[in-house]
């Protein structure tokens, strides 16, 4: 499967921004869609996961303010993130596992396929 993520920009802390994962090549609602993000001089962080059955987890870090979804339909992930806040902004990554298992869903080297980047920025 080929991931493309899009949606990023620069936004003020306090605003909201919809990160979308278009999906192609595969049977799109046999996997499970992370969202990852990496700020400069830090490693990968796991954000949120939304499985093949639909069930999410959520990084504590933003548990609250960013929901995963998907549209099977439209081969697509979204990740809705509100309440944004300086320490938000990083490159976001979707990436995509089939057959993962629960306890890895937050380890980024668990992934098989990964979409380019899209940059947030949140000013204060």
């Known amino acids: 499967v080929q991931l493309q993520a899009s949606g990023g920009g620069l936004v003020q802390a306090g605003g909201s921004l919809s990160l979308h994962c278009a999906a192609s090549g595969s049977t799109f609602s046999a996997y499970t869609v992370g969202w990852f993000r990496q700020a400069p001089g830090k490693e990968r962080e796991f954000v949120a996961v939304i499985r093949y059955n639909r069930n999410t987890l959520y990084a504590d870090a933003v548990k609250g303010r960013f929901t995963v979804t998907r549209d099977n339909a439209k081969n697509t992930a979204y990740l809705q993130m509100n309440d944004l806040k300086p320490e938000d902004t990083a490159v976001y990554h979707c990436?995509?596992?089939?057959?993962?298992?629960?306890?890895?869903?937050?380890?980024?080297?668990?992934?098989?396929?990964w979409g380019q980047g899209t940059q947030v920025t949140v000013s204060s």
């Open positions: 990436a995509a596992c089939r057959g993962c298992i629960l306890s890895s869903l937050q380890n980024p080297r668990h992934y098989e396929y």
